[in-house]
């Protein structure tokens, strides 16, 4: 439980409540004792004049023998009453000053004391009421002389005063208080003030003057807090220039870079942050898990560890994205971690059609390449001396360098394609000259047919190049693996989707091969001399054109690859 809060204008109105009831009670004190002391050294010079006048008449008295007769007027005339103290402090004779003695106070005893030891005593009781004066009268018969003043007005006179002296104490301690409170009261406003502006400027509020009208202690303290404002005003406009700068600046970034505090809520995302991210995130959101397979937030708490270092990972959520996370540690002095995502799609899509184009191009171009190069060593070797061979071997070879262009052309589409420069450019294909063409330049096992089966006029619009090197591929590959019987390419149309369908009566392939046959480099029991590209390319080419491949093969019941090209543009057979 915290301390109870006690306010500057109580405590201190209590403090100036004390100082003033302790000085108007040292001043009210003084005032009194003072003013007593006064009355009464007064009262008691004046009585010890008229006793020594008294003593004077006394001794003349006793040396004339008329003591008794007039000591009575000596009383009266000097307004005391008189003792009159033989040997051995016996009393000889009083007389009242008025008409009845005044009670002795108990200071007589020691008046008569001292005067009987020879000594002058003067005194005068608590309420200065009685004066005693104490006088040797050093006769024969005579000791000492006891008068007695009684001055009822000088004790009245005391009171008066104490009385009107405590009264006024009162009522100037009173009004000390109040203005006390009130001066309380005025510091603590100033002090409010100021504490205001303070809060005011801790929450930010820095366009507020603080005005100060007097040139005080507080007024100085209030124009130190006004340069502070001021100060600080120009630092946080400049900061705010500044950030506003950084903010714009991150926007321009090509990477995602979110700030997050220890409770895992976001207190910047730019543009691409927010892309990769899911598109909505915003300040004051909980970091999201963007990726399945990879906890971004546990990325991100790690970083909040004291050991922590910038960490970078690698993050592949799927076949077709990738992304960098570097992740920077908070700071001491910050509650917030760095985090920047670097979409690695596109560079490692580029790097992959790389790869992919060179082991592509080396795959696809060896065949026509190889039957080139024998037609040039069979014309080398003498057959350009034979008419009829030579123009047969140059038709090989005219035919063959044509396949070489649109094989090139097609592999720079596929890796144009992957790398996301651009869509290969679509056309309108017939596929009956092109089915009939494929199958021309297929070289089959003796006694296996070569069968062409679709519809005249039968087109769709798709890139040429691609479609006619997964053709040959499926073609090549069916022709290469069947001994007997036949190899059938066919094409139909069933509304806006196209199937091409190349069939063999091959040895098949066995469940673990069809799991694995469009992976890249793998050959299976089939193919154990090729590279394992064949099927992996058209398969990829399917792709780029925006169509799906089937496969329907056992084991000694022949193989079928299906091409299926969905929403294909199909041309209306024309009457004949």
């Not at 959520?317 to 917030?336: C, R």
């Not at 089937?550 to 024309?574: C, H, K, N, W, Y």
Request: with cysteine; proline share 4%; aromatic share 4%.
């Amino acid at each position: 439980m915290g301390r109870p809060f006690i306010g500057v204008r109580w405590w201190l109105g209590a403090a100036f409540a004390v100082v003033a009831a302790t000085s108007t009670a040292i001043v009210v004190s003084q005032f009194s004792s003072r003013s007593e002391q006064e009355f009464r050294g007064r009262a008691e010079q004046l009585a010890d004049g008229n006793a020594a006048l008294a003593a004077g008449e006394v001794r003349s008295a006793v040396g004339h023998g008329t003591l008794v007769s007039s000591l009575p007027e000596i009383a009266r005339r000097q307004n005391l009453d008189l003792f009159v103290y033989g040997l051995g402090g016996r009393l000889l004779r009083a007389a009242p000053a008025r008409d009845t003695l005044t009670k002795r106070p108990p200071e007589v005893s020691a008046a008569l004391r001292d005067a009987l030891s020879g000594e002058h005593l003067l005194t005068s009781t608590r309420d200065g009421s009685v004066v005693v004066v104490g006088l040797p009268l050093r006769t024969a018969q005579t000791r000492a002389l006891v008068a007695l003043s009684a001055r009822p007005d000088v004790a009245a006179a005391i009171g008066i005063v104490s009385d009107q002296a405590l009264r006024a104490g009162v009522i100037a301690g009173v009004i000390g208080v109040l203005v006390g409170l009130l001066l309380a009261q005025l510091i603590a406003l100033r002090l409010r003030r100021l504490s205001n502006a303070a809060e005011a400027i801790a929450l930010g509020d820095f366009e507020t003057p603080l005005r100060y009208r007097f040139r005080d202690e507080f007024g100085q303290l209030a124009q130190s807090f006004e340069r502070m404002r001021r100060q600080l005003r120009r630092s946080f406009r400049r900061l705010e220039v500044e950030r506003d700068r950084l903010r714009l600046l991150l926007e321009r970034l090509h990477e995602g870079v979110v700030t997050i505090d220890d409770d895992l809520v976001v207190h910047f995302a730019n543009s691409e942050a927010r892309r990769l991210l899911g598109g909505r995130l915003a300040e004051g959101d909980t970091l999201p898990e963007p990726w399945p397979g990879f906890s971004l937030r546990e990325f991100v708490g790690r970083l909040f560890d004291e050991t922590a270092s910038p960490t970078q990972v690698h993050v592949s959520p799927d076949e077709e994205h990738a992304y960098g996370v570097v992740g920077i540690p908070a700071q001491p002095e910050s509650d917030w971690a760095l985090v920047v995502i670097d979409d690695l799609t596109e560079q490692e899509r580029r790097e992959l059609a790389e790869r992919e184009f060179v082991s592509n191009a080396a795959h696809e171009l060896r065949t026509p390449l190889t039957t080139i190069i024998g037609a040039v060593e069979v014309l080398q070797a003498g057959a350009k001396d034979d008419p009829v061979q030579r123009d047969r071997f140059l038709g090989h070879i005219e035919r063959e360098a044509g396949r070489l262009a649109r094989l090139a052309r097609a592999m720079l589409t596929l890796a144009r394609a992957h790398a996301g420069q651009e869509q290969p450019r679509s056309e309108p294909v017939d596929l009956t000259p092109l089915l009939r063409d494929v199958a021309e330049g297929l070289q089959p096992h003796d006694g296996v047919t070569v069968d062409v089966e679709c519809p005249e006029r039968l087109e769709v619009r798709v890139n040429r190049d691609l479609l006619e090197q997964a053709l040959r591929n499926l073609g090549e590959n069916a022709a290469k693996h069947t001994d007997r019987g036949h190899v059938a390419l066919r094409a139909h149309a069933d509304g806006s989707t196209v199937s091409l369908e190349i069939e063999d009566t091959g040895p098949g392939m066995s469940a673990e091969t069809q799991r694995h046959v469009f992976d890249r480099f793998y050959r299976g029991e089939r193919d154990a001399e090729g590279f394992g590209l064949g099927l992996a390319i058209v398969r990829e080419s399917v792709r780029t054109l925006g169509g799906r491949i089937e496969l329907d093969s056992s084991p000694g019941q022949g193989t079928s690859f299906r091409i299926v090209l969905e929403g294909a543009r199909v041309a209306e057979e024309m009457p004949v």
